[in-house]
């Protein structure tokens, strides 16, 4: 009985230490991406489609214009003036910006939290795993 025991104790611990190391590359890839996406807000992420484009003020220009002209109904459409046009740009990039940096910081602290929770689930169980084995190889000794 004892045997059996010492088996499953052993089967449980490889197992864990297993799921966390792959726990640990999976979160460490989420964090290297979250990195990337603090170094470049404005590319970061998903755009919905049609949106326009923020990488310049002039794509942005060329954009809103292409959009405001598209009405064929005879209507008159909205045509910002230069300036109103630039502060649309600037608080649209802004916009852009804190939500990327945000959602990157976010998934920084969590997959350096997951990372540190792994890295202490390894540990532990990797330190009682190899206790065991010397309990098993040594029966009678009180040097653990």
């Known amino acids: 009985m004892e045997k059996s025991t ?14 966390v190391v792959i726990t640990f590359l ?5 964090l290297i991406n979250a990195i990337i996406d603090r170094s470049d807000p404005i590319h970061s992420g998903w755009t919905p489609a ?3 484009s923020l990488a310049s003020y ?28 630039k502060a649309m740009y600037e608080a649209a990039r802004n916009d852009k910006i804190q939500l990327a940096n945000h959602q990157a910081n976010k998934a920084i602290l969590i997959g ?13 169980h990797w330190k009682w795993l ?5 309990i098993q190889k040594y029966p009678n000794s009180t040097v653990l």
């Open 112 to 124: 350096a939290l997951i990372n540190l929770i792994c890295i202490i689930l390894f540990f532990t």
């Open 26 to 30: 999976i979160s460490t890839t989420a």
């Open 50 to 52: 049609g949106s326009p």
């Open 58 to 85: 002039d794509n942005y220009k060329l954009d809103v214009m292409k959009s405001t002209q598209k009405g064929t109904d005879g209507k008159d459409n909205f045509n910002p003036d230069e300036q109103t046009l």
């Open 130 to 134: 190899s206790r065991l084995m010397r």
């Open 6 to 19: 010492r088996i499953v104790a052993q089967v449980y611990g490889y197992a864990v230490c297993l799921v």
